[in-house]
């Protein structure tokens, strides 16, 4: 309950929203709703839809190549996303964006990987097979010493490779 004629002022200016507030948060899930309809249904079939969005993403596909009542469509996808809670599916769009930029970073991380294998011999072999129990020994040592004769014939091919290709299947 307020306290002061202070506090009903600040709970009232947290209630109305003036008329501008409403309409840009309107266009801004408008933007969204038609955002998620554009995508390909595989890509929305990812995505944590209510019962009622998915029912609006079939008619929203039926309707595609008709315009106005595709935009009529979005206005009314806006109103069901008003009531749902968003953070799951903005989660799972960032998600799915990134997820180039995840394998990019693994590739990478493979890469350093392999490079300290060749660098740094056994050391290395018993820290990666505690890190990770799957990799054979024996394979990885004779994997690694076929790659170090390339590296030091300054001629990369094969074996290193097949170094990569092994750590990216068992790492």
């Known amino acids: 309950m307020p306290q002061s004629a202070n506090d009903i002022d600040e709970s009232l200016e ?23 309809i554009e995508m390909s249904k595989h890509q929305r079939s990812r995505l944590p839809l209510s019962d009622d969005l998915k029912d609006a993403m079939v ?20 109103k069901i996303l008003l009531e749902t809670d968003l953070e799951p ?6 998600v799915m964006a ?27 072999v018993e820290a990666l097979i505690v890190e990770f129990p799957s990799i054979e020994r024996q394979k990885i040592k004779q994997l690694i010493r076929h790659a170090a004769k390339e590296v030091k014939a300054e001629k990369l091919g094969k074996h290193y490779k097949n170094l990569f290709t092994y750590l990216k299947e068992n790492a």
Do not use: P, W
């Open 14 to 36: 947290e209630e109305l929203k003036s008329k501008t507030e409403i309409k840009r948060e309107m266009h801004q899930l408008q933007d969204f709703a038609q955002s998620i």
């Open 89 to 94: 599916i903005h989660h799972a769009i960032e």
């Open 59 to 78: 008619v929203a596909d039926k309707i595609r190549n008709k315009h106005e009542a595709l935009r009529r469509h979005i206005r009314h996808t806006a």
């Open 98 to 124: 990134n997820k180039h930029q995840q394998e990019t970073a693994k590739f990478v991380r493979l890469e350093v990987i392999r490079d300290e294998l060749i660098a740094q011999g056994n050391d290395a």
